[in-house]
């Protein structure tokens, strides 16, 4: 037998072998097909998301736009807080809110700072790191509750916007440090490698170079810990807000009304509760507003800061 019959008979045998199994999904076709499936689940959560999101600020404006006028937003609660409006509440609102941030911030970036910068022991590391997911775990009546026990009793800051903003502080602390702990590794570390070899020392390293690159994204993680400190009710309810007070606070360690808590005062402890409907969809529709005013400066000056980069 000839040696090209040879080859031509093993090339049959070789046709002849059936082919292995290519999973569904390896192949080009399945691939796209895998993929549409999974964007089409994302765009149908993302769609269902920003309906839901339509539909309650819908509602809110539709119920709430009534109620709404300059009396409303510039005179306090009267005749049994079923006439008049929420000027208290706005203020509380904001000066728990800014409070908090004030107080977490700072700690929050510091924290930060050591676990992405200077910590070297990684057991250390993971147990603080637990520890911060433990604690945004916790629900905001439990940091209520340690606020009332540790800042009004116990060191007698009493119920007052000290309290308050040291209990949101802690609250929100969680946020902050994942945020800025995120942006100060995306930070290059070429920034960091040029400043040593220019001779600066580790700390102008970081004050210098690290966190003005890096204070864009740590600004998202204040967006978020605003926006959660200014609609807690259960957390300022034992530590910082009261059913009423005429006028504004004159120091830290007066107590205040807040818009959240007082939402909840009109909906459960009002006197008419059904004649206060309208000003319970206006105060949510308020707390809305202050709270999106205050995340569009957040985002304008993070976008600032970003050109200046």
């Given at each position: 037998?000839?040696q090209s019959?040879?080859?031509?008979?093993?090339?049959?045998?070789?046709?002849?072998?059936?082919?292995?199994?290519?999973p569904?999904g390896?192949?080009g076709g399945?691939?796209?097909?895998?993929?549409?499936?999974?964007?089409?689940l994302?765009?149908?959560?993302?769609?269902?998301n920003?309906?839901a999101?339509?539909?309650i600020?819908?509602?809110?404006?539709?119920n709430?736009?009534?109620?709404?006028?300059?009396?409303?937003?510039?005179?306090?609660?009267?005749?049994?807080m079923?006439?008049g409006?929420?000027?208290?509440c706005i203020?509380?609102?904001?000066?728990?809110s800014?409070?908090a941030?004030c107080?977490?911030?700072?700690?929050?970036?510091?924290?930060?700072?050591?676990l992405?910068?200077?910590?070297?022991?990684?057991?250390?590391?993971?147990?603080?790191?637990?520890?911060?997911?433990?604690?945004?775990?916790?629900?905001?009546?439990?940091?209520?509750?340690?606020?009332?026990?540790?800042?009004?009793?116990?060191?007698g800051?009493?119920?007052?916007?000290?309290?308050?903003c040291?209990?949101?502080?802690?609250?929100?602390?969680?946020?902050?440090?994942?945020?800025s702990?995120?942006?100060?590794?995306s930070?290059?570390?070429?920034?960091?490698?040029?400043?040593?070899g220019?001779?600066?020392?580790k700390?102008q390293?970081?004050?210098?170079?690290?966190?003005p690159?890096?204070?864009?994204?740590m600004?998202?993680g204040?967006?978020?810990?605003?926006s959660?400190?200014?609609?807690e009710?259960?957390?300022i309810?034992f530590?910082?807000?009261?059913?009423y007070?005429?006028?504004?606070?004159?120091?830290?360690?007066d107590?205040?009304?807040?818009?959240?808590?007082?939402?909840?005062?009109?909906?459960?402890?009002g006197?008419?509760?059904?004649?206060?409907?309208?000003?319970?969809?206006g105060?949510?529709?308020?707390?809305?507003?202050?709270?999106?005013?205050m995340?569009?400066?957040?985002?304008?000056?993070?976008?600032?800061?970003?050109?200046?980069?």
């Open positions: 037998m000839s019959t040879i080859s031509i008979d093993g090339m049959a045998a070789q046709s002849e072998r059936p082919r292995p199994r290519v569904f390896r192949t399945g691939r796209r097909m895998v993929q549409s499936v999974f964007f089409s994302f765009r149908m959560a993302a769609g269902i920003g309906l999101l339509l539909i600020c819908s509602f809110l404006l539709i709430g736009l009534p109620a709404i006028n300059w009396t409303f937003l510039s005179e306090p609660p009267y005749d049994a079923t006439r409006g929420v000027l208290p203020v509380g609102t904001a000066v728990l800014l409070g941030l107080v977490s911030f700072p700690l929050g970036v510091a924290t930060a700072i050591y992405n910068e200077y910590a070297r022991a990684p057991r250390l590391v993971r147990v603080i790191r637990l520890g911060i997911n433990n604690l945004a775990g916790v629900p905001s009546v439990v940091f209520g509750l340690f606020g009332l026990s540790f800042f009004v009793i116990y060191l800051m009493g119920v007052s916007i000290l309290s308050g040291l209990t949101l502080g802690f609250l929100t602390l969680p946020v902050i440090i994942g945020t702990e995120e942006a100060l590794r930070v290059p570390q070429t920034y960091r490698e040029a400043s040593l220019l001779g600066a020392t700390f390293t970081i004050t210098r170079v690290v966190l690159a890096a204070l864009p994204g600004l998202t204040s967006i978020l810990g605003i959660r400190a200014a609609g009710t259960a957390a309810m530590t910082a807000a009261v059913f007070t005429p006028r504004t606070p004159g120091s830290i360690f107590p205040v009304m807040a818009l959240p808590y007082h939402i909840y005062v009109l909906a459960t402890a006197t008419n509760i059904d004649k206060t409907r309208p000003l319970q969809y105060t949510a529709l308020v707390l809305i507003g202050l709270v999106f005013s995340n569009i400066f957040a985002i304008w000056l993070r976008a600032r800061l970003q050109k200046r980069r």
